[in-house]
């Protein structure tokens, strides 16, 4: 007899577009959510492979008594894409080595769901069985953004572009959701559920 696995769906799309309001809502609703960002942060201060990787590379001192020193780290990789490109060759594997372990651990579920902004860019998508890419226009994104982080257009515009095209997340994606002017997040998380229980044989 043939175990069934779960479903693995990854969650994507640019900065402001809904992605993680669209994930709280599947956690409320009892789904399983794993958001790559915020594990990425824990194992740069709970994995000890990857601490040695990143002190080694950018000097002990990147690390204080609170954990890592996330700001100075910015400064550092921000400014220099070959430093960014190592860190990220750090910092990539060991999120995907965790995720799996996380998908063995919740086997027993039907659809386990990841979120991750970079889901395309960092071949996180080779993980998944299915995308799903929440966006909005333009103008809305850097709204809320702006209003988000307090933050001015011009910073916001220039994140955006630094990111891949909303567009070629879209060609790429199995569905994707517009979430300008939704009043009832809520319910559209109910109907996404409904149709990925209704296809699930055929996934």
Sequence with gaps: MQIKKPIIIGITGGIGGGKSMFSR?????????????????????????LQKKVKAEFGEDIYNEAGLN???????????PEKLKVLTGFVHPAV????????????????????CAILFEGKFEDLVDKILVVTAPLEVRIERVMKRDCVDEKSVRNRIRNQMPESEKIKS???????????MPHKRVDDFLEMLNRLSPDL
């Design 173 to 183: 994606a199995d569905w994707f959701f517009d979430t300008n002017n939704d009043i």
């Design 70 to 80: 996330r700001s100075k780290l910015a400064k550092i990789v921000f400014s220099n």
């Design 96 to 115: 995907k080595e965790d995720f799996k372990k996380w998908v063995a651990k919740n086997s027993d579920r039907k659809f386990l769901f990841m979120e």
């Design 25 to 49: 809502f599947l956690m409320r609703r009892g789904e399983l959510v794993y958001d790559t960002d915020m594990e990425a942060k824990i194992l740069q201060n709970t994995d000890e492979t």
